[in-house]
Protein backbone atom coordinates (compact mmCIF):
# COMPACT_ATOMS: atom_id res chain seq x y z
CA UNK A 1 0.00 0.00 0.00
CA UNK A 2 1.32 3.49 -0.76
CA UNK A 3 0.20 5.59 1.46
CA UNK A 4 -0.68 9.62 0.95
CA UNK A 5 1.13 12.43 1.98
CA UNK A 6 -1.94 12.83 4.73
CA UNK A 7 -1.38 9.19 5.73
CA UNK A 8 2.34 9.40 6.87
CA UNK A 9 1.72 13.10 8.99
CA UNK A 10 -0.57 10.78 10.56
CA UNK A 11 1.60 7.96 11.45
CA UNK A 12 4.13 10.30 12.77
CA UNK A 13 1.60 11.60 15.44
CA UNK A 14 0.88 7.89 16.61
CA UNK A 15 4.20 6.83 18.24
CA UNK A 16 2.52 6.27 21.37
CA UNK A 17 -1.12 5.91 22.19
CA UNK A 18 -3.17 9.25 21.22
CA UNK A 19 -6.85 10.29 21.41
CA UNK A 20 -8.79 11.35 17.92
CA UNK A 21 -8.69 14.86 19.34
CA UNK A 22 -5.21 15.37 20.02
CA UNK A 23 -4.09 13.93 16.31
CA UNK A 24 -6.82 16.11 15.15
CA UNK A 25 -5.47 18.69 17.05
CA UNK A 26 -1.85 18.30 16.22
CA UNK A 27 -2.31 17.51 12.16
CA UNK A 28 -5.19 20.42 11.64
CA UNK A 29 -6.85 17.59 9.84
CA UNK A 30 -10.59 18.33 9.40
CA UNK A 31 -12.82 14.98 11.06
CA UNK A 32 -13.76 13.15 7.86
CA UNK A 33 -10.13 13.35 6.57
CA UNK A 34 -8.22 11.99 9.70
CA UNK A 35 -11.13 9.53 10.21
CA UNK A 36 -10.38 8.18 5.89
CA UNK A 37 -6.75 8.16 7.22
CA UNK A 38 -7.37 5.94 10.22
CA UNK A 39 -9.84 3.69 9.28
CA UNK A 40 -7.41 3.03 6.24
CA UNK A 41 -4.20 2.91 8.29
CA UNK A 42 -5.65 0.40 10.72
CA UNK A 43 -7.42 -1.52 7.58
CA UNK A 44 -4.07 -1.71 6.49
CA UNK A 45 -2.31 -2.73 10.03
CA UNK A 46 -0.37 0.58 10.26
CA UNK A 47 -2.68 1.89 13.51
CA UNK A 48 -3.84 0.21 16.33
CA UNK A 49 -6.69 0.89 18.02
CA UNK A 50 -6.86 1.50 21.96
CA UNK A 51 -9.12 2.67 24.83
CA UNK A 52 -8.95 6.32 25.14
CA UNK A 53 -6.85 6.46 28.20
CA UNK A 54 -3.98 4.29 26.10
CA UNK A 55 -4.15 1.15 28.37
CA UNK A 56 -5.78 -1.46 26.26
CA UNK A 57 -6.05 -2.26 22.67
CA UNK A 58 -9.48 -2.73 21.40
CA UNK A 59 -8.64 -3.59 17.98
CA UNK A 60 -10.16 -4.69 16.18
CA UNK A 61 -13.54 -4.60 18.07
CA UNK A 62 -14.04 -0.44 18.24
CA UNK A 63 -17.00 1.97 16.75
CA UNK A 64 -15.69 3.22 14.06
CA UNK A 65 -18.73 5.40 13.75
CA UNK A 66 -16.78 7.37 16.77
CA UNK A 67 -13.44 7.32 16.49
CA UNK A 68 -13.14 10.25 19.25
CA UNK A 69 -13.94 7.68 22.02
CA UNK A 70 -10.51 6.08 21.41
CA UNK A 71 -6.25 6.27 21.13
CA UNK A 72 -4.47 5.50 18.43
CA UNK A 73 -1.09 3.88 17.97
CA UNK A 74 1.18 2.72 15.36
CA UNK A 75 1.92 -0.41 14.88
CA UNK A 76 5.86 -1.98 14.22
CA UNK A 77 4.70 -2.49 10.67
CA UNK A 78 3.31 1.49 10.55
CA UNK A 79 6.95 2.68 12.08
CA UNK A 80 8.96 0.61 9.78
CA UNK A 81 6.86 2.01 6.59
CA UNK A 82 7.60 5.61 8.33
CA UNK A 83 11.16 5.70 8.91
CA UNK A 84 12.32 6.57 5.80
CA UNK A 85 10.33 9.85 5.59
CA UNK A 86 10.19 13.75 6.90
CA UNK A 87 7.15 14.74 7.70
Given amino acids: MKLTASE ?9 PEPFSQVQEESG ?5 LRDDLMNLVSHGYVEVYEIDGSRSVSPFYDSDNLELFAFKATKSGLKVIQGYAV
Fill in 8 to 16: KQVLSFLIF
Fill in 29 to 33: MPYGS
